[in-house]
């Protein structure tokens, strides 16, 4: 009796599950889509944490999550039609919507700017920024590095004219430092650690001063990561992607609350030691959200891109951003918009 009981009991329990993984998978129009990311810990973990952890099935979608070795190259893709959701620099969608391309901002997925990190060689005798004039420095010379490096000198008093800007691909960036090519690198992780385990000092990332004297929490920029896709995409498909967007949310928790576990899961995927992805994470703030002072940032973020030439007019957040579908999907999430 009791061991038909427990049969019965397994089998209900079995079937409410299924009940409500088949209600999640009817609601949405998309079951299976390809969401695409760049190949790094800053904005590939969310989606792969996602995919591996099963929200996005608890949410009845199917997600393949497909990497480029670039987010730079996701918005040809989305304009062509081969993709319909990303995860990427928020610089991607910005460029978009500059362009007329018809994309939105779905919401933000990190805050990476302590990523963003000046490391100087010892041998170089950097202790302040002031101390860069002069000397030879290696970036990838975007518009989000050059935006720090602006700040960075109009907080601290240097002048980046008087410094030798030498533009290199992230790789060649370590590989310069390693033999003592320049005297000082401003790039990102994982790339900055590599720099630091060749015996570089990090002097300032875009959150955080170590410049002696004057060390502690110290915010010169904001960069962030972005989920975002075609506007026509977002219209004939609100409750899938209302579904993405709670899987990537409760990623972003489960990241938050387990980086050790989620370094092992993305060091795995993207085929990185260990260390190196957990020494990102460690700087990385996962989270879902759509805000008035983040809205503020990309306006400003865009019009500084716009005065240096990176887009071809200064687009607002007020054209980029539909935060509808995350009102739907996480009310909580959206603050004053």
């Keep these: 009796m009791r061991s038909s009981r427990r049969f019965v009991l397994a089998v209900a329990i079995a079937a409410a599950s299924l009940g409500v993984s088949l209600a999640a998978e009817a609601q949405v129009e998309t079951k299976s889509l390809q969401l695409w990311t760049s190949r790094d810990a800053q904005q590939g973990t969310l989606p792969v944490i996602a995919m591996r952890q099963g929200f996005f099935e608890k949410e009845g979608v199917n997600v393949e999550v497909k990497f480029v070795s670039s987010g730079s190259e996701i918005p040809a893709g989305m304009a062509g039609g081969t993709i319909p959701m990303a995860v990427a620099s928020w610089t991607n969608p910005m460029a978009m919507v500059a362009n007329g391309i018809p994309a939105r901002v779905l919401a933000q997925t990190a805050d990476i700017s302590a990523t963003q990190q000046m490391v100087v060689r010892p041998e170089a005798k950097i202790a302040s920024p002031k101390d860069l004039e002069g000397k030879k420095i290696a970036l990838t010379r975007i518009g989000l590095v050059m935006s720090i490096l602006d700040k960075m000198c109009k907080d601290y008093g240097c002048d980046v004219s008087k410094m030798t800007l030498v533009n290199m691909a992230p790789q060649d960036i370590v590989l310069a430092f390693q033999k003592g090519e320049v005297d000082a690198i401003q790039t990102w992780e994982p790339w900055a650690t590599y ?19 004057k060390e502690g929490a110290h915010r010169v920029d904001g960069v962030y990561t972005a989920v975002f896709a075609p506007t026509d995409f977002i219209q004939k498909n609100p409750k899938t992607v209302q579904a993405v967007l709670r899987g990537l949310k409760n990623a972003a928790e489960w990241t938050q609350a387990n980086q050790e576990k989620a370094a092992e899961i993305i060091g795995k995927e993207i085929d990185i030691p260990k260390p190196i992805a957990m020494a990102t994470l460690e700087k990385v ?28 007019r200064a687009t607002t957040a007020k054209d980029a951003f539909d935060p509808a579908p995350l009102k739907a999907a996480c009310p909580d999430c959206v603050k004053g918009l």
Excluded: R
């Design 195 to 213: 720099a630091t385990q060749q015996g570089g000092k990090i002097l300032l990332s875009a959150t955080q001063s170590f410049v002696p004297g």
């Design 285 to 312: 703030h996962n989270q879902i959200l759509m805000s008035a002072d983040w809205a503020k940032e990309f306006d400003d973020k865009a019009k500084y891109l716009a005065e240096i030439k990176e887009l071809k």
